[in-house]
Nanobody
Framework: QVQLVESGGGLVQPGGSLRLSCTAS????????MSWYRQAPGKERELVAT????????NYADSVKGRFTISGDNAKNTVYLQMNSLKPEDTAVYYC???????????WGQGTQVTVSS
């Protein structure tokens, strides 16, 4: 059974930090590119960051460059999103996604809420 389980969300003050984790099971983690998406109330889901299956390449949305860092640990089947200098506009539900480039099979996690507020 395929599962992506996110954790690490919560309430944080502006300027604070959080680290999200997404742990995968039920598929070959090392064969999939991993991404974090987010969706704020009333807005479309947007791509935040991606790391390739090899871990050699990452990409970020302009809005988070320099503040967020995506990383992966194949030994733990886990991808992380380190979020620093958080802003109120980062408030959203954050979702983990796995995608296999050979056939575009993808899986989604259930999401974790991040709220940035004073």
């Amino acid at each position: 059974q395929v599962q992506l389980v996110e954790s690490g969300g919560g309430l944080v003050q502006p300027g604070g930090s959080l680290r999200l984790s997404c742990t995968a099971s039920g598929f070959t983690f090392s064969s999939y590119a991993m991404s974090w998406y987010r969706q704020a109330p009333g807005k479309e889901r947007e791509l935040v960051a991606t790391i390739t299956s090899t871990g050699r390449s990452t990409n970020y949305a302009d809005s988070v460059k320099g503040r967020f860092t995506i990383s992966g640990d194949n030994a733990k089947n886990t991808v992380y999103l380190q979020m620093n200098s958080l802003k109120p506009e980062d408030t959203a539900v954050y979702y983990c996604r796995a995608e296999r480039s050979s056939d575009y099979i993808s899986y989604w996690g259930q999401g974790t809420q991040v709220t940035v507020s004073s």
